[in-house]
């Protein structure tokens, strides 16, 4: 570095405090120190790094695996850096084949239209939208002729492609591998190029994908993205990748009482995880939790409670927070019934099949559904549980309707 350019202590000093503020919880950066010259360079120019986080708008609901990255963006744009919000409606088409035992079904521009909408619409409780520019990958992506395509891929090899740990496995199981799915990784990172990215934040499944944004940038002359991959967060069974399909999320979009309850089982040896990957607390606070929660003097229920009180505050406000708070303590901790059960008029027979009550109520999406929660024991009315999944509800005014652990129903006949 020459002697023009070399930093003041007190740029020396906001380089090392960016780093410090964006290594939380990363799992790599490849490569570190490319991270610093980047952030020594923004310093010494005021000129802010593009950091780029790519979106697959093929499952809309957001849960708390999805909010890791989202925090750390949080952290580059206080830091006074762009964020490139890059929603792949393109891309959404195929669908990233990361993770899958099969191809995936392409999804129809209104399908991903609207997916992305509401992906906007749900980050927007963790990023400032004002502050992040928006991008669609189509707006580049469309415009490649065949030549052009033929040009991009001629930077990958099969063997490459086939080193991918889910392509290697449907490889080898003789699953069928469709050529479409190879271009997924080539177009994401082509968005790279097109957006000329500093930084590509991503899962630790994703880092295939966004070190194929340096290998492009490289292939057309632009200086290469540093990738930054974060972990996984597993969900509420303790063992698999938060997923909605796998019914073992926690949505920030679900009411405080579902946000609560459901935070009050993750798996104790979880919680700290959650701390550190799912929330903005400071280290210090977690690291002295941490240490409360070994020589016991914090109960992990109260860490929990306190981490559930955390989630609904961030995504519900501060005031519903406590009331969820205080109806799980009521109802779970006190076993009593909530005082403000919703109150549904009733004006069909004076006795139902337990099954048709629960759908009619709108408690149980299907039969099928509502048939399997009173199998596994989850269905109460007036406080006793149901075993008979044939059984005929006499129907009556102030009956009240139990699915689970947080969903109630009290009838009115008259």
Same mark, same amino acid.
């Given at each position: 570095?020459?002697?023009?350019?070399?930093?003041?202590?007190?740029?020396?000093?906001? @380089? +090392?405090?960016?780093?410090?503020?964006?290594?939380?919880?990363? @799992?790599?950066?490849?490569?570190?120190?490319?991270?610093?010259?980047?952030?020594?360079?923004?310093?010494?120019?005021?000129?802010?790094?593009?950091?780029?986080?790519?979106?697959?708008?093929?499952?809309?609901?957001?849960?708390?695996?999805?909010?890791?990255?989202?925090?750390?963006?949080?952290?580059?744009?206080?830091?006074?850096?762009?964020?490139?919000?890059?929603?792949?409606?393109?891309?959404?088409?195929?669908?990233?084949?990361?993770?899958?035992?099969?191809?995936?079904?392409?999804?129809?521009?209104?399908?991903?239209?609207?997916?992305?909408?509401?992906?906007? +619409?749900?980050?927007?409780?963790?990023?400032?939208?004002?502050?992040?520019?928006?991008? /669609?990958?189509?707006?580049?992506?469309?415009?490649?002729?065949?030549?052009?395509?033929?040009?991009?891929?001629?930077?990958?090899?099969?063997?490459?492609?086939?080193?991918?740990?889910?392509? +290697?496995?449907?490889?080898?199981?003789?699953?069928?591998?469709?050529?479409?799915?190879?271009?997924?990784?080539?177009?994401?990172? /082509?968005?790279?190029?097109?957006?000329?990215?500093?930084?590509?934040?991503?899962?630790?499944?994703?880092?295939?994908?966004?070190?194929?944004?340096?290998?492009?940038?490289?292939?057309?002359?632009?200086?290469?993205?540093?990738?930054?991959?974060? %972990?996984?967060?597993?969900?509420?069974?303790?063992?698999?990748?938060?997923?909605?399909?796998?019914?073992? /999320?926690?949505?920030?979009?679900?009411?405080?009482?579902?946000?609560?309850?459901?935070?009050?089982?993750?798996?104790?040896?979880?919680?700290?995880?959650?701390?550190?990957?799912?929330?903005?607390?400071?280290?210090?606070?977690?690291?002295?939790?941490?240490?409360?929660?070994?020589?016991?003097?914090?109960? %992990?229920?109260?860490?929990?409670?306190?981490?559930?009180?955390?989630?609904?505050?961030?995504?519900?406000?501060?005031?519903?927070?406590?009331?969820?708070?205080?109806?799980?303590?009521?109802?779970?901790?006190?076993?009593?019934?909530?005082?403000?059960?919703?109150?549904?008029?009733?004006?069909?027979?004076?006795?139902?099949?337990?099954?048709?009550?629960? @759908?009619?109520?709108?408690?149980?999406?299907?039969?099928?559904?509502?048939?399997?929660?009173?199998?596994?024991?989850?269905?109460?009315?007036?406080?006793?549980?149901?075993?008979?999944?044939?059984?005929?509800?006499?129907?009556?005014?102030?009956?009240?309707?139990?699915?689970?652990?947080?969903?109630f129903a009290k009838l009115v006949t008259h």
């Open positions: 570095m020459s002697e023009e350019t070399k930093l003041t202590l007190e740029q020396e000093q906001e @380089v +090392e405090r960016q780093l410090e503020i964006l290594k939380r919880g990363v @799992v790599e950066i490849t490569p570190e120190h490319e991270l610093k010259k980047k952030i020594e360079k923004s310093v010494r120019t005021g000129k802010p790094l593009k950091v780029k986080l790519g979106m697959d708008p093929s499952a809309p609901d957001v849960h708390l695996g999805h909010t890791v990255p989202l925090h750390k963006l949080r952290q580059f744009q206080e830091l006074g850096h762009e964020i490139q919000m890059l929603i792949g409606d393109f891309t959404g088409r195929i669908g990233d084949p990361t993770g899958k035992s099969e191809t995936r079904k392409q999804l129809s521009d209104e399908d991903v239209k609207r997916n992305a909408m509401t992906y906007v +619409e749900q980050y927007g409780k963790i990023l400032d939208m004002e502050k992040a520019t928006i991008y /669609y990958n189509s707006e580049w992506l469309k415009a490649l002729s065949f030549e052009d395509v033929i040009g991009l891929s001629a930077n990958m090899t099969v063997a490459r492609m086939l080193e991918r740990d889910d392509f +290697e496995k449907r490889y080898k199981s003789g699953q069928p591998i469709s050529i479409h799915e190879f271009f997924y990784p080539l177009m994401q990172g /082509y968005d790279s190029v097109a957006l000329e990215s500093d930084i590509e934040v991503g899962g630790t499944d994703q880092k295939f994908n966004l070190l194929m944004g340096r290998t492009l940038q490289e292939a057309y002359g632009k200086e290469k993205q540093v990738a930054m991959t974060l %972990p996984l967060i597993e969900g509420l069974d303790g063992e698999r990748k938060m997923s909605k399909s796998l019914n073992n /999320y926690i949505g920030i979009d679900e009411s405080p009482n579902e946000i609560f309850g459901k935070s009050m089982s993750i798996p104790d040896e979880l919680m700290i995880k959650y701390y550190k990957l799912a929330t903005d607390i400071p280290m210090d606070e977690i690291n002295a939790l941490e240490e409360g929660i070994k020589n016991g003097s914090v109960h %992990p229920r109260d860490a929990k409670m306190n981490l559930g009180a955390k989630f609904v505050e961030m995504y519900h406000g501060k005031d519903a927070a406590d009331e969820a708070k205080n109806y799980f303590q009521t109802v779970f901790q006190k076993r009593t019934l909530p005082t403000d059960i919703p109150e549904v008029k009733w004006s069909g027979e004076d006795a139902v099949w337990v099954v048709e009550l629960l @759908v009619e109520l709108k408690m149980m999406s299907s039969k099928g559904e509502a048939r399997r929660m009173v199998q596994n024991g989850g269905v109460k009315v007036n406080e006793e549980k149901v075993e008979d999944v044939q059984a005929k509800i006499k129907i009556e005014d102030g009956l009240i309707v139990q699915v689970g652990k947080r969903k």
